[in-house]
Nanobody
Framework: VQLQASGGGLVQPGGSLRLSCAAS????????MGWYRQAPGKQRELVAS???????NFADSVKGRSTISREPAKNTVYLQMNSLKPEDTAVYYC??????????????????WGQGTQVTVSS
């Protein structure tokens, strides 16, 4: 499974952006997709996630100003962030939780990560 993230960049405080992440590959089933972020000197943290049934979860720091959505036909997840703040500055990583059936019939559960996209909120 490969994840290709896009949509990062430089945004002014109060601005918006939309991150996209497309999964490619075959032979797997997606359960959850989500976005994490890591600021310099800090641990990676969950920003938002969405299940295959469409249930979403947000970090308190972005709740109310972010939405997450999926386009199952394209194996793509989107993160819309509004009212951006300087503290949103970080590298954003897409994550996919999935499963696949191995040749011996065993079920393998896995997590794949995208390459990260920089989001900088600054005037």
């Amino acid at each position: 499974v490969q994840l290709q993230a896009s949509g990062g960049g430089l945004v002014q405080p109060g601005g918006s952006l939309r991150l996209s992440c497309a999964a490619s590959g075959s032979g797997f089933r997606i359960t959850d997709m989500g976005w994490y972020r890591q600021a310099p000197g800090k641990q990676r943290e969950l920003v938002a996630s969405i299940t295959s049934s469409g249930s979403s979860n947000f970090a308190d720091s972005v709740k109310g100003r972010s939405t997450i959505s999926r386009e199952p036909a394209k194996n793509t997840v989107y993160l819309q962030m509004n009212s951006l703040k300087p503290e949103d500055t970080a590298v954003y990583y897409c994550a996919l939780d999935g499963s696949r059936v191995l040749s011996g019939g065993n079920l393998q559960v896995f997590r794949s990560w995208g390459q990260g996209t920089q989001v900088t909120v600054s005037s």
